[in-house]
């Protein structure tokens, strides 16, 4: 069993800062890329930012420069430092760690944390 376990969201005042975390726990080999996604009301998930097992981050155009992926490989968490926030990032954010239970590596399968709401007022 794989447990993802978000914490942080809530509200902020447009131009504020907030920061997510999400810990992984359970019996798996490793974890490779972890990332962060969200879904705003009538869209689509989408990628926000993920990292990873390295440390290299990629970033969603419309998040780069004010959000910060990190990861603690050693804890198995990864973080979402989120600054400069707008009513556009008003979502549910999900967490995402690609998980490998196994030593093979077709073993590895997506799971996600149980999603946390950011609101943003204006």
């Known amino acids: 069993q794989v447990q993802l376990v978000e914490f942080g969201g809530g509200m902020v005042q447009a131009g504020g800062s907030l920061g997510l975390s999400c810990a992984a726990s359970?019996?798996?080999?490793?974890?490779?890329?972890m990332g962060w996604y969200r879904q705003a009301p009538g869209k689509q998930r989408e990628l926000v930012a993920d990292i990873s097992s390295g440390g290299s981050p990629n970033y969603a155009d419309s998040v780069k420069g004010r959000f910060t992926i990190s990861r603690d490989n050693a804890k198995n968490t990864v973080h979402l430092q989120m600054s400069s926030l707008k009513p556009e990032d008003i979502a549910v954010y999900y967490c995402?760690?690609?998980?490998?239970?196994?030593?093979?590596?077709?073993?590895?399968?997506?799971?996600w944390g149980q999603g946390t709401q950011v609101t943003v007022s204006s």
């Open positions: 359970g019996s798996f080999f490793s974890i490779n890329t």
């Open positions: 995402s760690a690609d998980v490998r239970l196994s030593m093979r590596p077709t073993s590895t399968y997506r799971h």
